[in-house]
């Protein structure tokens, strides 16, 4: 049996070798090596070519964003941030390094005691993120690095969606791959934007917290957290579900609940994309981007049995082809879309192409 390799890079020791401890102990996968240094630790990825990297932010020589860019950009491997970072200015950081291409975030271990819990979150993230093929980010190449890039749609022969029903709402979800998606979908849309936009993305406590700060910062939308109880958002807003909250819509006001998970995930983009659909029926235009699990389908479904547009991320652009791949199996997508082309879509469907 061919074990997966991974590469361990951290620069406290003893969180490293607890790290190596737990991995070597599972007979799936081998240590291949370990660095306590940025610098180190991607010329180990050249030489040894594991199939996992864990990575912390906050390393000497050269950060983890920087390693995740470099690494990204010249030879591509599966990244999971192992991070004990909550700060602002230290998260903005992790969410840079998700939209440069790492694939997940994982809370570092709590002392030395033993965490089993812990431990067979680490070895099972490792296990998921191992199976997915990453594809190169030339960002790290060509500079702006962690910001991401604004698509071009000029030429672009979309033609907007005919029919009677008036758009009213815009709902994005996404889980692995998400933030840079996101960002790209939200960079297309003209501002002001004539629609509020509501938002899922699968990024879990503590690292979610500040998320739509970051957000805020790579768009020219204004983008914050939902609050229990608000009138729907006026036009340009863009609402995103707290951490740990489902989020829906009901009787014009917003409403978070702590019902429970739906497909292991709260906040979930079903819970979101059904509520719309009931709330707003054919103004809905929603759009399921690249992310692992189903989480998404039967809600996007529910949005185009409505008459609102269902929108999917193609396979090309998906980060990762699950969550998209569940909506078009159950014909929940009218529209199978390039990333690239959905904020413009989304555009004209608004009416600001």
């Not at 983008?223 to 009901?250: T, Y």
């Not at 269902?310 to 159950?330: F, H, W």
């Amino acid at each position: 049996m061919t074990r997966l390799r991974v590469l361990v890079v951290e620069d406290s020791l003893t969180v490293r070798k607890r790290l190596c401890e737990v991995l070597g102990a599972d007979p799936e996968i081998e240590v291949a090596g370990e660095s306590a240094d940025g610098k180190h630790g991607i010329e180990l990825c050249r030489t040894l070519r594991p199939d996992v990297v864990t990575l912390d932010m906050m390393l000497p020589v050269m950060s983890g964003l920087a390693a995740t860019e470099y690494i990204m950009a010249h030879c591509p491997t599966p990244i999971l941030i192992v991070s004990a970072s909550t700060n602002r200015g230290e998260l903005f950081k992790t969410y840079d390094a998700l939209a440069a291409g790492a694939l997940d975030v994982l809370e570092k271990p709590l002392g030395e005691a033993t965490d089993e819990g812990w431990e067979r979150r680490l070895v099972a993230t490792v296990k998921l993120v191992a199976r997915i093929k990453v594809i190169t980010h030339p960002r790290g190449r060509l500079g702006g690095l962690g910001r991401a890039a604004r698509v071009s749609t000029a030429g672009s022969t979309f033609a907007p969606r005919g029919g009677d029903s008036k758009p009213r709402v815009v709902a994005l979800g996404a889980s692995t791959g998400g933030p840079a998606a996101i960002v790209e979908v939200l960079a297309a849309l003209p501002a002001p934007f004539p629609l509020p936009v509501f938002l899922v993305i699968h990024i879990g406590e503590p690292f979610g917290a500040a998320f739509a700060d970051w957000l805020d910062g790579q768009t020219a939308h204004r983008v914050d957290c939902a609050r229990d109880g608000e009138p729907v958002p006026a036009a340009g807003r863009v609402v995103m579900a707290p951490p740990g909250r489902h989020l829906v819509v009901r009787n014009g006001k917003l409403r978070l609940t702590d019902d429970p998970e739906r497909h292991s995930c709260r906040p979930s983009v079903d819970v979101l994309f059904e509520s719309l659909a009931h709330e707003y029926g054919a103004g809905v235009v929603a759009c399921l981007l690249t992310g692992m699990g189903r989480d998404g389908a039967a809600g996007l479904l529910d949005v185009r049995r409505a008459g609102g547009l269902a929108i999917a991320q193609d396979e090309a652009t998906s980060l990762v082809y699950g969550m998209p791949r569940e909506a078009v199996l159950l014909g929940a997508a009218e529209r199978v879309m390039a990333l690239g082309d959905i904020g413009w879509a989304i555009a004209a469907a608004g009416g600001r192409p």
